[in-house]
């Protein structure tokens, strides 16, 4: 069965520094969402795209969070420069269409920011 | 703002016994909704949802009910299994600028003791 990849699975960084992680929709997948989750809460949404567009990106922290999809397919979240309230696990999703049914999920990089 | 919020954060139950997991939405706009599962260390997976013109809707040992009346959604899972232990999120959809953001609740913990 097709699956969202996410990569790295883990990342330690001290504060001030940037981080990087990358997602690999499912293959035909149009709409891609970033949402990141603190332990014990539910995901939040960070940013969704239609193909290589920003969908709704209004709970981006704009000054240090960046998302991009080129090409409209994989994406690459970054942080700079990460701060210590950064620290949770980034989820990413994809899904067929923008009516946000279904999302497939990938198992997420959890990011420690020391 | 509106919100998804659930009533109970952790529910234990025997195994073979039934489980209620209830959630209650705000948005009386809200269309659509699902019920995600998500086991430690992986991204929340798609269980079953229900359109706002259904009351009630069966899969594999899974029902979801809901109640617009008093805005409320549960999911019956039958039989328990020591397998069935994870968070449980419902999510609905919220309409946003021509597309749907999906937005998740805080969480229930179902736990199955064998």
């Known amino acids: 069965e097709a699956e969202v990849a996410q990569s790295p699975r883990y990342k330690i960084t001290e504060k001030s520094q940037a981080v990087a992680f990358w997602c690999d929709p499912i293959?035909?997948?149009?709409?891609l969402y970033w949402y990141r989750q603190i332990l014990g809460q539910g995901p939040e949404l960070l940013v969704q795209?239609?193909?290589?567009?920003?969908?709704?990106d209004s709970q981006l922290p704009k000054d240090r969070f960046s998302a991009e999809r080129l090409k409209g397919v994989d994406s690459t979240l970054k942080i700079q420069p990460a701060e210590l309230g950064d620290s949770a696990m980034y989820l990413c999703?994809?899904?067929?269409?923008?009516?946000?049914?279904?999302?497939?999920f990938g198992s997420g990089t959890q990011l420690s920011v020391l | 703002g509106e919100s998804v919020g659930l009533h109970l954060p952790t529910l234990s139950v025997q195994e073979g016994d039934n489980s209620i997991i209830n959630c209650a939405y705000s948005?009386?706009?809200?269309?659509?909704f699902i019920w995600y599962k998500q086991e430690s260390g992986k991204g929340p997976q798609f269980i079953i949802d229900?359109?706002?013109?259904?009351d009630k809707r069966q899969g594999q040992r899974v029902t979801v009910l809901l109640n617009k009346t008093v805005k409320h959604l549960s999911l019956q899972i039958a039989a328990t299994q020591p397998g069935d232990s994870a968070v449980y999120f419902c999510?609905?959809?919220?309409?946003?600028?021509?597309?749907?953001?999906?937005?998740f609740g805080r969480g229930t913990s179902l736990i199955v003791h064998p």
């Open positions: 999510a609905e959809n919220l309409a946003s600028g021509g597309s749907y953001i999906p937005t």
């Open positions: 999703a994809s899904s067929q269409d923008t009516g946000g049914e279904k999302l497939f």
């Open positions: 229900i359109r706002s013109n259904m």
């Open positions: 795209f239609q193909d290589e567009s920003v969908v709704d």
């Open positions: 948005n009386s706009a809200s269309d659509y």
């Open positions: 293959s035909g997948h149009a709409t």
